[in-house]
């Protein structure tokens, strides 16, 4: 069974920072690109951050870009957002997703496997 599980989530404060970690399990996540996607409150899904499967290239959405770092242990099956100078903005839900691909997409509809989620709340 395929399996993505985050972690990470929680309350912070504007100019703190989380890191997230997305599990995987029942597949080897080497082979896709993994992103990270979020929804905030009352709106649609929006990419944040890829990396492909060698972990050679990672691309950002500009409003994070400078902010949130993407990572990968292929070896532990596990990808990571580091999010640092958060803003009120920053707040969702974020998702793991796995690509179809090795290089790194950016719609939904190229995603085969998505995570839970784990919430994300900047707030004084």
């Known amino acids: 069974e395929v399996q993505l599980v985050e972690s990470g989530g929680g309350l912070v404060q504007p100019g703190g920072s989380l890191r997230l970690s997305c599990a995987a399990s029942g597949f080897t996540t080497s082979n896709y690109a993994m992103s990270w996607v979020r929804q905030a409150p009352g709106k649609g899904l929006e990419w944040v951050s890829g990396?492909?499967?060698?972990?050679?290239?990672?691309s950002y959405v500009d409003s994070v870009k400078g902010r949130f770092t993407i990572s990968r242990d292929n070896a532990k099956n596990t990808v990571y957002l580091q999010m640092n100078s958060l803003k009120p903005e920053d707040t969702a839900v974020y998702y793991c997703?796995?690509?179809?691909?090795?290089?790194?997409?950016?719609?939904?509809?190229?995603?085969?496997?998505w995570g839970q989620g784990t919430q994300v709340t900047v707030s004084t």
């Open positions: 990396i492909n499967s060698g972990a050679g290239s990672t």
């Open positions: 997703a796995a690509a179809d691909f090795s290089w790194v997409v950016t719609s939904p509809d190229h995603f085969h496997s």
